[in-house]
């Protein structure tokens, strides 16, 4: 059964880095079958998707976040990590570390999620 | 970057009764769109892909069509533990989220 975990602080001060891990058991972030996700949901809000690695070492992100991100992965661990920089009150959200899949003109959708991880931005 | 547009915001049915959710994109997503089911305080849960296959373990009455721009999933008879926020995505080079169709009594 694969799982994925989230985890990082929960309270982070304006202008500083948000820093979050994502560990993955039951599954490798290098088998080449997935997108690696982070994907956020402001409190009361909808979802809005961060950023992706594939095995291959491609990356892509929210073009409204990109100047502030940066993804990285550490295969010997089986993680995959978010860095947010200069972060604001508007970062405030639950942070969640996903899965999907696009294969042979067939998208499986996102078919696991972490738990997701609540993140403040505050003073 | 593409839009998705739900409606109605918000549905207010009786269990037994039929939710019909609508998704529109603001250009072609192909079948590459899914839909979620949220409860308060969980993550998201995978209901439809590739527009209109149940995923694992997702009854029956769930069900999802369309191709393109507009799509739509069907609830035919609600349970009490169907009521919940709803959410289309589609996957194109990025990924995007609509913004929500909740079901309620």
């Known amino acids: 059964q694969v799982q994925l975990q989230e985890s990082g602080p929960g309270l982070v001060k304006p202008s500083q880095t948000l820093s979050l891990i994502c560990t993955v058991s039951?599954?490798?972030?290098?088998?080449?079958?997935?997108?690696w996700n982070w994907i956020r949901q402001h409190p009361e809000k909808g979802l809005e998707w961060i950023a992706y690695f594939f095995h291959s070492g491609n990356t892509y992100y929210n073009p409204s976040l990109k100047s502030r991100l940066t993804i990285s992965i550490d295969p010997s661990k089986n993680q995959f990590s978010l860095n947010l920089r200069s972060v604001t009150a508007a970062d405030t959200a639950v942070y969640y570390c996903a899965r999907d899949r696009l294969r042979s003109a067939v998208y499986f959708g996102i078919d696991v999620w972490g738990q997701g991880t609540t993140v403040t931005v505050s003073s | 970057d593409i839009v998705l547009t739900q409606s109605p915001a918000t549905l207010s049915l009786s269990p037994g009764e039929r939710a019909t959710l609508s998704c529109r994109a603001s250009q072609s997503v192909s079948t590459y769109l899914a839909w979620y089911q949220q409860k308060p305080g969980q993550a998201p849960r995978l209901l439809i892909y590739d527009a209109s296959k149940r995923a694992t373990g997702i009854p029956a009455r769930f069900s999802g069509s369309g191709s393109g721009t507009d799509f739509t999933l069907t609830i035919s008879g609600l349970e009490p533990e169907d009521f919940a926020v709803y959410y289309c995505q589609q996957r194109g080079t990025s990924l995007t989220f609509g913004g929500g169709s909740k079901v309620e009594i």
């Open positions: 039951g599954d490798s972030i290098t088998n080449g079958l997935y997108y």
